[in-house]
């Protein structure tokens, strides 16, 4: 593969009067490296982007970086990255193909290679200033205006607390946890048809419509693609391991390398602390929460902390059996059902070898703790509202806003399925719509939406995504679109479909299109439920998203953003500026295409971006910072971190529990974050600024005892 593709840039690059105008440049300075090295390169981006499902701009844009063409202006770098995935094409057309929209596909499945993006085996040095030669930006991505204030902010010091963290972070050592794998590698090998969540399937769905066909074997190629260089990059990692790290504008950490800790439960539970603590009676019985969370059964995760500590010391004969996966295959069965399957595996493995030494076990798993409802639980400490014990900020049993969303809506269906027309008992309409011209149709098609919902059962599985990204700014359209796609999985669709189809002879594609009609406006109906009842149940979070919202939009009629620094000195930007566009003509495959580049910036903010985005940016902000203070007081060296999740070894979870805690307190007795982001504002402007949201009456010190805040 590497030798097929050096022969081909060696032969291209020979002439460079066959490369039209604007590339002979590229070609010129690609032709004066090794063309060995380069193969090497492009062909590991081209397999990454590949499996990550990256566009053709994406891909173009990487290329250039890791070949270090940046050329005068984005165009020339965009072009530079184009001419590199050409020869790609050009050499493997048995490997690469490009899709209807030039996106690089997997034609077959690739031999593995190691990935351009690998975690690293030497300690990373910590953060000093806002670019590093080995890492690149601390910031990525964000606009001029978000890294200039981050330079500013390393020349100043104000960033130093966050950079700190992010330099704890990583210089964690770890290692690859070779039981997991070795299960990965068997379930993966197992072919057929594995029902075990985040393992490939070897049997590719099929479908009628080739469009559609095509689209599945391109999707499914990816994913495998993915798979291969994970198994690759970690049976590469022999020794010890870091995973250097950086953060996006608003100050989330993540990690640099396409291995990393963040990703999904199959990459996660590969990682091992490199340095291992004797577990201790705690640790113990954190272990057994942490293994009661990763399998999830029967909602075990939303009982008491002692509850779930019972659920595996009542079932230790279970646990071992699962801890010998896969040479005790009837561990698979359990893994099939578990919440996060390889998570479940890892600690299982973890606790039957703590119990088969006893206290003096050396423990090196990381126990995870995740707040219940990031976002929410920001708005209620900031605005001090009294509904802060829904989401689990006081000294109460376990809440969970999900399922009290999920109950309300229910409710509301209920009612708007008996009563949302005054002359009708709308349980009688599905079977002669046609009796009830009289009825209003808005009642009639939300009637009808709550009658097939409560057929579905309104769970909390089906409300949790909703909850969640309206506190991050998803727009009613993208949150009908979540639940279109939920509801759709649900049987009952697959039945209607073929009830319709029935009544309509052979006439599928308009039977389809009916079905797809009356889930379009169940989901629509749903989200709207949705909103008003988590509006209802924590008022304060509304208001306080309000005044962000209301704020941005009166900044942005004078064209200047946003702006505030978080309590841990990272400069936040709401800044959206209109993007400079310019057509310009690329070869691609052969063929000469026009596209749209965004070669810079206009002077103007965009006015619904800047407006939507405050609150949601605003809230990821916050929470950024509040996991760099905790990580800079816990005094722990071994973290792990995915935004509002910390880990830590089992022996240190009370310890980083009360930080945790202990943190959010100060951060918001300290800060008066909405405050300080209109002060902010009002040093800017003249104009009227909306009013702070009202204080509500909340003892933030409640949350030092709010032992299911995060669990």
């Known amino acids: 593969m590497i030798e097929r593709l050096s022969a081909h840039i060696s032969d291209r690059l020979r002439d460079l009067k066959a490369f039209r105008r604007p590339e002979r440049r590229v070609a010129k300075v690609l032709r004066s490296r090794n063309p060995d090295d380069l193969a090497k390169i492009i062909i590991s981006v081209v397999a990454d982007c590949v499996g990550k499902e990256a566009d053709w701009y994406e891909t173009t844009e990487t290329l250039a970086e890791e070949l270090d063409l940046d050329g005068p202006d984005r165009i020339e770098k965009i072009r530079a990255g184009n001419l590199a995935l050409n020869l790609c094409v050009e050499a493997l057309p048995d490997l690469f193909t490009l899709d209807d929209q030039d996106a690089p596909q997997a034609v077959a499945e690739l031999p593995r290679h190691p990935s351009h993006l690998e975690p690293c085996t ?22 001029p205006e978000n890294r200039a204030a981050v330079a500013e902010a390393f020349v100043t010091g104000a960033i130093a607390p966050h950079a700190a963290a992010v330099s704890a ?9 070779t039981r997991v794998l070795d299960a990965v590698k068997w379930l993966y090998e197992l072919g057929g048809d594995v029902k075990v969540k985040g393992i490939p399937p070897k049997i590719i769905p099929t479908s009628t419509n080739a469009w559609a066909q095509g689209r599945i074997n391109a999707r499914h190629r990816s994913l495998q693609v993915r798979f291969e260089r994970d198994l690759e990059t970690v049976e590469r990692m022999v020794e010890d391991f870091y995973t250097p790290m950086h953060c996006d504008w608003r100050g989330r950490i993540y990690g640099i390398p396409d291995f990393k800790f963040e990703r999904e439960d199959r990459v996660r539970a590969l990682f091992l602390f490199a340095d291992p603590k004797p577990i201790g009676e705690r640790g113990l019985y954190w272990l057994k929460v942490h293994v009661a969370n990763c399998g999830d059964f029967d909602g075990i995760s939303k009982r008491t902390f002692d509850e779930r500590v019972q659920w595996c010391d009542e079932r230790p004969y279970i646990i071992r059996m699962i801890a010998r996966f896969p040479r005790d295959r009837r561990g698979q069965m359990w893994l099939e059902k578990a919440d996060h399957p390889f998570a479940f595996l890892a600690a299982c493995i973890e606790l039957a070898a703590a119990w088969d030494v006893g206290p003096e076990y050396e423990t090196r798993l990381p126990i995870l703790f995740d707040a219940s409802s990031s976002g929410l639980q920001h708005y209620c400490a900031m605005t001090r509202s009294k509904d802060a014990w829904r989401v689990n900020l006081g000294d109460r049993s376990p809440q969970d806003i999900y399922q009290a969303v999920a109950n309300e809506v229910r409710r509301r269906a209920k009612h708007d399925a008996m009563h949302a027309t005054s002359n009708r008992q709308v349980r009688a309409l599905s079977d002669r719509e046609d009796d009830f011209d009289d009825i209003p149709d808005e009642g009639f098609a939300k009637a009808k939406s709550a009658e097939a919902l409560l057929e579905t059962r309104i769970t909390r ?15 009613d359209h993208g949150r009908a679109d979540q639940n279109f796609e939920k509801l759709k999985k649900q049987h009952w669709v697959q039945d ?4 319709l189809k029935k009544a309509m002879g052979e006439r599928e594609r308009v039977a389809q299109q009916l079905a797809i009609g009356e ?6 109906y749903l989200a709207e439920l949705i909103k008003q009842e988590l509006q209802k149940l924590v008022p304060a979070a509304h208001q306080a998203m309000n005044f962000l919202t209301e704020l941005a939009e009166t900044l942005q009629k004078e064209n200047k953003p946003l ?22 003509r690329f070869l691609i495959g052969g063929k000469v295409r026009q596209k749209k580049i965004a070669v810079g910036y206009k002077d103007n903010l965009r006015r ?27 005094g722990i060296s071994d973290l792990v971190a995915v935004h509002d999740c910390l880990g830590c070894h089992a022996p240190m979870a009370d310890h980083l529990r009360e930080t945790i805690l202990r943190t959010l307190v100060e951060m918001y ?9 209109l002060a902010s504002a009002q040093a800017v402007t003249n104009a009227k600024l909306p009013p702070l949201p009202p204080a509500g009456p909340f003892d933030l010190s409640e949350t030092l005892r709010a032992d299911y805040a995060f669990q």
């Open 519 to 524: 889930l379009g406006e169940q989901s629509w």
């Open 608 to 634: 619904r971006k800047t407006k939507d985005s405050a609150a949601p940016n605003f809230i990821h902000a916050c929470d950024a910072s509040h996991l760099a203070l905790t990580i800079n007081a816990t």
């Open 563 to 584: 702006r505030w620094t978080t309590p841990s000195g990272f400069p936040w930007l709401n800044c959206y500026r209109e993007h400079d566009i310019k057509r310009e």
């Open 461 to 475: 599985k089906l409300v949790k995504a909703n909850v969640m990204t309206k506190v991050y700014g998803a727009s």
């Open 169 to 177: 972070l990583q210089a964690v050592p770890f290692a690859v946890n």
């Open 669 to 677: 007795s300290k800060h008066g974050v909405l405050a300080e982001v």
């Open 496 to 499: 209607r479909m073929a009830a």
């Open 122 to 143: 030497d300690l990373p040095r910590p953060w000093s200033g806002s670019y590093d030669d080995g890492y690149g930006r601390f910031v990525a991505g964000g606009r």
